[in-house]
């Protein structure tokens, strides 16, 4: 008679057990988080020091990180303000970006994939991006074609943004990718 | 119940947050003990279940990099890979703006020898371990125009004979932890219309069994 609320219990603890690990492979690329504004990055994630949540969550998903001696990744999937940025939105991404060799931008939609689009244009790399007097950039996301940088968003409502940076010299033992300044995400107009 | 009031006790009177504390006690010690007994037990097998799944993830995804490179490569085997588009990746969150090649080995046989020839732009050459860990990455600006390396195992470094190693100085040796895993060679396409050519260069990349 006391077994019934045992087995509930258990059930109750893989459910919950499980439900987290769901949640952290899915949602999480690893605990070793490096913010800069909107902008999310994960150092130890493409080195041997990987922490088991971040190695739990590439090994599901099947990505192959960029090694941190190769480039480092930043995701944002919200602006400056920490609204989610909106593919139907006209959406900026301006500044002058970090020391690198060289860097891309691409546009995923919320599941990661590219977003189809008649240009076949996915993202910038640092050669293709034409860049202000100042040396900064102004990219603009947007459903409909504009002049200058611009990345077509196929009008999702969800759309994430990545930039990679290759061969940079980074320091993250002294936490001076906390203060490095990565361009600036800001809403500019909506549909 | 008596243990719950002797520890209100022990805390020292204090401000409106403690009083909300001491509230959600005495609600909480309202409820049956056998309630809040199976909740405590439930948490705690929660979070060893949840510890557990976690470290035991790397070894049991079945779709990780290593399993879906293998349905399209053959061992110590230099395969380019299909550009990423919106309806199709090979793996997840690839760069578009490069071409990749990899090369899944077993190193159960002899070494590897990899050779990556230099392309138009930046080209890395990144070592992970078939679960998927990054453990080296050198690119095209470290190691001069062509990369030519020997991945092994390190006791097979240890086999390495004395008079080898020390005419193996222009020779980069990297030891790999596994004895399978995955070499990826990315190359960068500055402009879309330097891709075929990029990836024609990097054709010319190989690896397989030293001799």
């Known amino acids: 008679m006391r077994l019934l609320p045992l087995a509930f219990t258990l059930l109750a603890a893989t459910v919950l057990g499980l439900g987290v690990t769901w949640f952290a492979v899915t949602e999480s690329r690893g605990l070793d988080v490096v913010?800069?504004?909107?902008?999310?990055?994960?150092p130890r994630a493409g080195t041997v020091k990987a922490d088991p949540y971040a190695r739990a969550a590439l090994a599901r998903s099947g990505e192959?990180?960029?090694?941190?001696a190769d480039g480092l990744l930043f995701l944002a999937s919200s602006d400056d303000q920490g609204r989610p940025i909106d593919g139907r939105c006209v959406t900026r991404i301006v500044g002058v970006l970090p020391q690198a060799r060289l860097w891309t931008l691409t546009l995923m939609d919320a599941d990661g994939r590219l977003i189809p689009n008649d240009a076949g244009r996915y993202g910038f790399t640092s050669a293709e991006v034409v860049y202000s007097d100042s040396g900064a950039i102004d990219v603009r996301l947007s459903p409909r074609a504009r002049a200058g940088n611009w990345l077509p968003t196929g009008a999702r409502s969800r759309v994430k943004v990545v930039l990679r940076l290759y061969?940079?010299?980074?320091?993250?033992?002294?936490?001076?990718?906390?203060?490095?300044?990565?361009?600036r995400i800001e809403r500019e107009a909506c549909l | 119940m008596s243990m719950i009031d002797a520890l209100r006790h022990r805390l020292p009177p204090a401000g409106p947050a403690r009083r909300r504390v001491e509230s959600l006690w005495a609600r909480l010690a309202r409820w049956p003990?056998?309630?809040?007994?199976?909740?405590?037990?439930?948490?705690?097998?929660?979070?060893?279940?949840?510890i557990i799944s976690i470290l035991a993830m790397p070894a049991l995804a079945e779709r990780n990099a290593y399993a879906r490179l293998s349905e399209l490569a053959e061992s110590n085997q230099m395969v380019?890979?299909?550009?990423?588009?919106?309806?199709?990746?090979?793996l997840p969150m690839m760069?578009?703006?490069?071409?990749?090649?990899?090369?899944?080995?077993?190193?159960?046989?002899?070494?590897l020898?990899?050779?990556?020839?230099?392309?138009?732009?930046?080209?890395?050459?990144?070592?992970?371990?078939?679960?998927?860990l990054a453990f080296y990455a050198l690119s095209d600006q470290a190691a001069g125009a062509v990369v030519e390396l020997d991945l092994m195992t390190p006791a097979q470094k240890a086999a390495l004979p004395e008079d080898e190693e020390i005419t193996a100085a222009d020779r980069l040796v990297i030891v790999s932890p596994t004895t399978e895993g995955v070499v990826m060679v990315r190359a960068?396409?500055?402009?879309?219309?330097?891709?075929?050519?990029v990836r024609k260069q990097l054709e010319a990349a190989g690896c397989g069994e030293a001799g």
């Open chain 2, 113 to 132: 020898k990899v050779r990556v020839p230099a392309t138009a732009d930046y080209t890395s050459v990144s070592f992970y371990t078939a679960e998927g």
């Open chain 2, 95 to 111: 760069d578009p703006a490069f071409v990749s090649a990899v090369c899944l080995y077993d190193l159960t046989q002899r070494p």
């Open chain 1, 64 to 68: 192959l990180p960029i090694e941190l």
């Open chain 2, 33 to 50: 003990a056998g309630i809040l007994l199976s909740a405590a037990v439930a948490v705690v097998l929660a979070g060893i279940a949840h």
């Open chain 1, 167 to 183: 061969d940079a010299p980074f320091s993250f033992a002294s936490g001076a990718g906390d203060a490095m300044a990565l361009p």
């Open chain 2, 80 to 90: 380019m890979l299909a550009d990423p588009t919106p309806q199709e990746s090979v």
């Open chain 2, 188 to 197: 960068f396409v500055r402009e879309r219309g330097l891709r075929a050519g």
């Open chain 1, 35 to 42: 913010r800069s504004g909107p902008w999310q990055g994960w």
